[in-house]
């Protein structure tokens, strides 16, 4: 049964420092996405990426978030440096060109105290 | 560029059959409507797609008039286990933006 992983599952950190979080999404899948969940917002589209090129990141604040594929197995998302406000679950999920079905993974949870 | 707009929450009882609809007036005509079903501590789950018409699986029915101005995801006789929230999602296929809507908090009650 093909899932996608992520890493941590759980994430405490003091604010200023880095953060980064990774997710493998299921083979053969050319589509990642990266989302934000918090009770006031909601599910939020961070980024994400077709055959590893972002193919839409308006979602992300560009000063303090990046995110890559460095390979087709790998994704990242980091955050330099953390706020209190970055505290959410971020989810990853993927999928293939031509299906739209998102499968996602199990989240980080992230806590900047 | 579309918007979704949902029910924030609703409540039914087991074995009845739960409409849920999402408005998504400024739908073009390749966008395609997804829902997805959300439980605590998890990422959301797939449950059914379509571009029109009406649409079946095993878990549910989605139904979407000509305008496509709306779709409403239909679980026939629901039982405890279908408390969750479900999304509903429109991707935009000229732009690439994925429009989720707020999420539709459903209780079912015994």
């Known amino acids: 049964d093909a899932r996608v992983t992520q890493t941590p599952r759980h994430k405490v950190t003091e604010m200023g420092q880095e953060v980064t979080m990774r997710c493998q999404p299921i083979?053969?899948?050319?589509?990642v996405f990266w989302y934000r969940q918090t009770m006031m917002q909601g599910l939020e589209l961070l980024a994400y990426f077709r055959n590893r090129a972002p193919l839409d990141d308006s979602g992300m604040p560009k000063d303090r978030f990046s995110a890559e594929m460095p390979d087709a197995t790998l994704a990242t998302l980091k955050i330099q440096p953390s706020e209190p406000r970055d505290s959410a679950v971020y989810f990853c999920a993927s999928g293939y060109q031509g299906s739209e079905t998102q499968y996602f993974g199990p989240g980080t949870r992230l806590l900047v105290l | 560029l579309a918007k979704t707009t949902q029910p924030i929450s609703m409540d039914s009882y087991e074995g009845q059959e739960v409409n849920i609809t999402c408005s998504h007036n400024?739908?073009?005509?390749?966008?395609?409507i997804t829902w997805y079903q959300q439980f605590p501590s998890q990422g959301p789950r797939f449950i059914i797609q379509?571009?029109?018409?009406?649409v079946t699986n095993e878990v549910a029915s989605l139904f979407i008039p000509a305008d496509r101005k709306s779709s409403t995801l239909s679980l026939p006789r629901v039982s405890l286990s279908d408390t969750a929230v479900y999304y509903c999602?429109?991707?935009?296929?000229?732009?690439?933006?994925?429009?989720w809507g707020a999420g539709t908090k459903l209780i079912i009650k015994p």
């Open positions: 083979l053969g899948h050319n589509t």
């Open positions: 400024n739908i073009a005509t390749n966008d395609y």
């Open positions: 379509g571009y029109k018409t009406k």
């Open positions: 999602l429109v991707g935009e296929r000229s732009n690439y933006q994925l429009i």
